[in-house]
């Protein structure tokens, strides 16, 4: 069982099953919250990203590697043969990709009769995200993006591959570098 303790203001789990987050510190007080652990295969859940109808995205950590990856969690139940056929094979083309512009996939992790797939962490925020906070983009930096995004898609239309779900929430961009990466193939 590990046992860690937040110091510094980092979040750090103190027992084996849950983990405590600062959310801010007011007039001297630490605001937090605690919440469990969850393991998906051979990694443990550090972050809940984002929970939608269909899925749910977390940050997590392979069992004995520093490294943390994505793990996307399909909820739609594959229950035919042929729903669970071309799922594995849609993943199969689009862990084949590697290109600079597209997250890459790592791994499939079957649960129960649901699927998870393991991506690379690129750490970026998506472009929906950037327009709910920012509200906007200036006209230099919005024609950054969408050039790189642009050229991205055309590099994959070369390789005969169609992304079926561009929109803002899967373009991901890390900001202080202006590094654009596609996700969501549309799995």
Partial sequence: MCRKIVKNGISRSFSGFSWIRILRVEKGIIIYIIFNMERIGNYTVIDKLEQTRFSATYRARKDGTPDSVILKEYKIRLSSASHIARFKREYETIRNIYMDG??????????????????????????????????????????????ASARILGDLHQNKIIH????????????????????????
């Avoid at 890459?104 to 393991?118: A, G």
């Avoid at 079926?164 to 799995?187: M, Q, R, S």
Wanted: charged fraction near 30%; proline fraction near 1%; hydrophobic fraction near 50%.
């Fill in 102 to 147: 597209v997250v890459k996939i790592l791994d499939i992790i079957e649960r129960k009769d649901m699927f998870v797939l393991v991506l690379e962490d690129f750490d970026g925020v998506s472009i929906k995200s950037i327009l709910e906070e920012k509200k906007n983009f200036d006209i230099k930096t919005f024609l950054n993006y969408a050039v």
């Fill in 164 to 187: 079926l779900a561009i929109t803002p929430y899967n373009i991901l961009v890390k900001e202080k570098i202006g590094t654009i990466k596609i996700t969501n193939f549309g799995v």
